[in-house]
């Protein structure tokens, strides 16, 4: 069963920078789209990046986009999120997922990982 262990989170202040990684042990990442998630305390969940199968494309919404960038390491099973410039609204948990594709945020796998948190303060 395909299972993800979030990693890269911490405090930071406001205007700094965190990479976050996502490792998927249970299955081959490279035949999935992915995304990124987050969870802030007292809202839904929300996607906040996706990366295709190849990584030729890349969605964001416009809360984070120019600040954040998905990446992918097919090898290692891995995905990355690099944010930068981080705002206070950005505190969440963050998850890693199997997505349908990059055109919505419609995730695939049943089991979630248990999240990093990211903290900004100001």
């Known amino acids: 069963q395909l299972q993800f262990v979030e990693s890269g989170g911490g405090l930071v202040q406001v205007g700094g920078s965190l990479r976050l990684s996502c490792v998927a042990s249970?299955?081959?990442?490279?035949?999935?789209?992915l995304g990124w998630f987050r969870e802030a305390p007292g809202k839904e969940r929300e996607g906040v990046s996706c990366?295709?199968?190849?990584?030729?494309?890349?969605k964001y919404p416009d809360s984070v986009k120019g600040r954040f960038t998905v990446s992918r390491d097919n090898a290692k099973n891995t995905l990355y999120l690099q944010m930068n410039n981080l705002k206070s609204e950005d505190t969440a948990v963050y998850y890693c997922?199997?997505?349908?594709?990059?055109?919505?945020?419609?995730?695939?796998?049943?089991?979630w990982g248990k999240g990093t948190r990211v903290t900004v303060s100001s």
């Open positions: 997922q199997v997505v349908l594709n990059c055109d919505g945020w419609t995730t695939l796998a049943p089991v």
């Open positions: 249970g299955d081959d990442l490279r035949h999935y789209p």
């Open positions: 990366i295709s199968e190849s990584a030729d494309r890349t």
